[in-house]
């Protein structure tokens, strides 16, 4: 990975955006792809769609959501303690003891999520698993009037962000779910041929896949594309108690995972393969038997339907603090998706 793709990958997970509240993390994108993108164009949905070859007849579409699981200021008590609702899917024991921020029209405030310690518990207490109910965010406030300063109700909570490179090229943080996705989209972008481009190639920064793939859904009714390729995160099982049985054998660095699966059209699929084998791109294989729950549920059914791929980037602790991925998987997603669109010709077909 080249320094200007890491320094991009860095500010993504470095800026906040919860489901709903993506402005900023647009404006990165908006920032990065100035040099290379023909055509920019945004929705009242919050999309961002990206373009090279805009021109060309036939559409293809790679889609990456960039919105992260967060949460959201539902009341505050007359202590000045923030109570929250959650924006898409918490385990909320990963919660507490947590750095968190609050994004206000002020700035970021700084907070902790805080519980009662262990010492004060009760028996019935400890055998309990925590409700996001029962958990409040301390900035340090003396009361209501002082927190209401600058924090109101609605204002979106992340945790802290931050990012922690680890050995073997692994980096951990919170919203690798899914910002590596869509980091690889837009590296693919910058990184195809426009030399050897025959469709135009749409690389979409979809909006609250987080609360049900809504962004995919629009931006893909607007594209009106013949291919969707989805970029997402996969749980990846060579940690303990993860059952390949049940998940598939899929391990961190050995590659971006292509699926099969009714979700799938069998002709991306096999052309998606094709294009690894033949530019040496290791990836894995992984099956769904559904409907899966990324952008590529969404993009298949787009108005009379759109032939559809998924390529998954291996992430351990998924929606966590520390999501674990391989910056290897991601750079070698970003060559396929890049070699995969030079590979589309008129001739193609995905007809089934």
Sequence with gaps: MDERARKFLEDLLST????????????????YVGDFAEKVESDVHGNLMVVRNPGASRRVMLAGHCDQI??????IDDQGYIYIQSIGGWDPIVLVGQRLTVWTAQGPVPGVLGRKPIHLLTEEERKQVPKLKDLWVDIGALNKDETAKF??????????LRYQPLTN???????MDDKCGLWVVIEALRRVDPGKL????YSVSTVQEELGLRGAKTSAFR????????VDVTHA???????KKEEGEIALGKGPVIYRGPNMNPKVVEKLQKAAETNNIPFQAGASGRATPTDANSIQVS????????????????HSPVEMISLHDLDHAADLLARFVESLTPEDDFVL
């Design 169 to 175: 090229n692994r980096m951990v943080a919170p919203a």
């Design 151 to 160: 924090v109101q109700i609605g204002d979106p909570v992340t945790l802290e």
């Design 223 to 230: 594209i009106d594309p013949e291919v969707g390729i989805a």
């Design 198 to 201: 025959t469709w135009a190639v």
């Design 70 to 75: 967060g949460l959201i200021v539902n009341y």
């Design 237 to 243: 099982t060579d940690c303990p108690t993860v059952d």
């Design 303 to 318: 108005r009379g339907g759109v032939a559809t791929g998924l390529v998954s980037i291996p992430n351990r602790y998924m």
């Design 16 to 31: 906040p955006s919860p489901a709903g509240y993506e402005g900023p993390l647009q404006q990165v994108v908006r920032r």
